[in-house]
């Protein structure tokens, strides 16, 4: 079972070397490493390039893009330019635990299993370190399709994926949509996503990830309103898959439900429908928690 690791940096000189030691210093080494730049400015590129060669790295393989092409879709191509039968995505700034590709390669060997997503340990500036998710009863467990399916859980380091799976939903990527939201959201779709309780990586937790860059996006009706047309057209994405595949008839009434709430969830948010916004309660499944249905109404009240 051939490995490729995917990597995809743009300007992260100051974390780089930690992540680029933990692939290098794995107990199993992946068959082919892809590196991605997407036009660092800050001598990112300059530093693989010296890196790769002073360790006499030869299954290492970096690339600059032409131009800034976005890390959704620097991933996306990257895990295409793979040829390992299993790929791992890879952040710039985190660690891997030595064992990352040995232990994951082993529960690959279930064919069943299209998405494998491990546990992880975050740290912070601060010091404190944190697991990821509670242990489940079994060390390999099934995620299963439900309410919150939209809702990814993981963070796209912690993935290992089934080339022959990206095949069959590569065509269905469109511009912007993360690897992790593809692959989760599709994972649970086709019943081939797969969690297990061992911590494999070290996620690093700090203001210049591009993770806490959009956690601090201003939340507004406006971009509540985008985020639901966005979420409308991933979904009616899903339902045009599952009528060329076969999908469960109750993994589509998922989708279907989260079409009508979003629908719902619209007309509250465009044109304050009060009747709307009560109606919501009885979906407050999809909310993932009842804190954000309060914030719709928060934007609604304060007019936000």
Known sequence: MKTSVVLSTYNGIIYIKEQLDSIKNQSEQPDEVLIFDDCSSDGTFQFLEDYIKNNGLDTWKITQNKKN?????????????????????????????????????QYMKNSNIGVLVSNYKSFFENGKVQLGHKFKQSDLFKIKMNSTFFDVDYPGCVYCIRKSFYMQIDSFWKKGYPHDAMLWRYGLLCDVLYGINEPLIKWRKHRESTFAKESRIGKTRSKKLA???????????????????????????????FKLW???????????????GLKLLSDISLYHGVKRYVGDWYLLLMNK
């Open 69 to 105: 092409k976005g890390w959704e879709l620097n991933f996306w191509d990257g895990i295409r330019e793979a040829s390992g039968d299993i790929v791992f995505t890879c952040d710039q700034d985190d660690i891997w635990m030595e064992n990352k590709i040995s232990v994951s390669k």
């Open 227 to 257: 985020w639901i047309k966005y979420a409308n057209k991933f979904a009616d994405e899903m339902i045009e898959y599952s009528e060329k595949n076969k999908i469960t008839v109750e993994n589509i009434e998922y989708i279907n439900r």
């Open 262 to 276: 979003l629908s719902r969830r619209y007309r509250f948010l465009s044109d304050g429908d009060i009747l709307d």
